[in-house]
C-alpha cells in the first residue's frame, strides 16, 4: 500500500515538531540542572542534545538565547556523570591544554607526539597550569589540534583527562574521549586562535578534586 504525499507530508511535520518539544524539554532540564547544580535525567539530556545538537543550537537562535548554552549544558552535565570515576583515579592523569593558551612570544619546542613542551617562562597561565599539574600527579599536553589528542590517548594511554578547549571542541573531545575513560572538561573564558584564556583556578580545583 503506497502512502500519499499528503500523509507523508504531516508524518515529516509531526516528527519535526516531536523533535522540538522534546529537544526543548532537553534543553530546559539541562539549563536548570546547571543552575541548580542538581543534575536531572542526566543521561536522557547528552542523548538528545548530541543528537539534536544542531536543532539545540537553532533553537536558542530562535528564541534570542545565546546557543553557547547547549554546548555549556553538555559540557557540566558530562563533568557531573563523571566526576565520581574521575576522582577515583590515582594514577595516568592528563591535563590536555590547547596550544592557543600560549603567549604570541612563545618559543616552546613542539614534540610530534606529545605537543608543545613548557619551559614555565611564565608569560602565560600554562606555567601555573603545569606546576599544579606536577603536585597533583597530572601531566600536561599542550596540543595544536584534535590529531594530537589522538596520539597521547594511544601514546600515554591516560586513565583520565581533564581537557581545556573553547565549547565546540571542548563538548565534541568530551564525548570521544568519555567513551575510554573519565572526563572533565573546563572551557575557555576567552577563545580565538592566540592567547586565549582559561580560569586557572577552576582548572586546578579539578585537579585537587583527585586528592580528596
Known amino acids: 500500500m503506497l502512502f500519499s504525499y499528503e500523509l ?3 508524518l515529516f511535520v509531526f516528527f519535526v515538531f516531536a523533535v522540538l518539544i522534546v529537544t526543548g524539554v532537553a534543553l530546559l532540564l539541562g539549563a536548570y540542572s546547571i543552575r541548580r547544580h542538581r543534575i536531572i535525567f542526566p543521561n536522557f539530556i547528552l542523548f538528545m542534545l548530541y543528537l539534536f545538537y544542531s536543532p539545540s543550537k537553532w533553537m536558542c537562535r530562535v528564541f534570542s538565547i545565546k546557543e553557547e548554552i547547549v554546548d555549556e549544558i553538555l559540557i557540566e552535565v558530562r563533568n557531573a556523570v563523571m566526576l565520581d570515576k574521575f576522582k577515583k583515579k590515582a594514577d595516568r592523569r592528563a591535563v590536555i591544554l590547547p596550544q592557543c593558551m600560549r603567549h604570541p612570544q612563545c618559543r616552546a619546542r613542539c614534540d610530534p607526539i606529545m605537543g608543545y613542551e613548557c619551559t614555565e617562562c611564565g608569560m602565560c597561565d ?9 603536585k597533583h600527579n597530572f601531566k600536561v ?6 590529531s594530537f589528542v589522538r596520539k597521547i590517548i594511544k601514546s600515554y594511554n591516560p586513565n583520565v583527562c581533564l581537557g581545556v578547549a573553547c565549547y565546540v571542541e571542548l563538548t565534541e ?8 575513560m573519565p572526563v572533565q572538561g573546563v572551557s575557555l573564558i576567552r577563545d580565538g586562535c592566540f592567547d586565549t584564556r582559561v ?3 577552576e582548572v586546578i580545583h579539578k585537579m585537587e578534586i583527585c586528592d580528596v
Do not use: T
Not at 573531545?173 to 567513551?179: D, F, G
Open 141 to 146: 599536553f599542550i596540543v595544536p589540534g584534535d
Open 126 to 134: 600554562i606555567k601555573d597550569i603545569v606546576r599544579a599539574a606536577d
Open 199 to 201: 580560569d586557572v583556578v
Open 8 to 10: 507523508l507530508g504531516k
Open 173 to 180: 573531545s568530551m564525548q570521544s574521549v568519555s567513551k575510554f
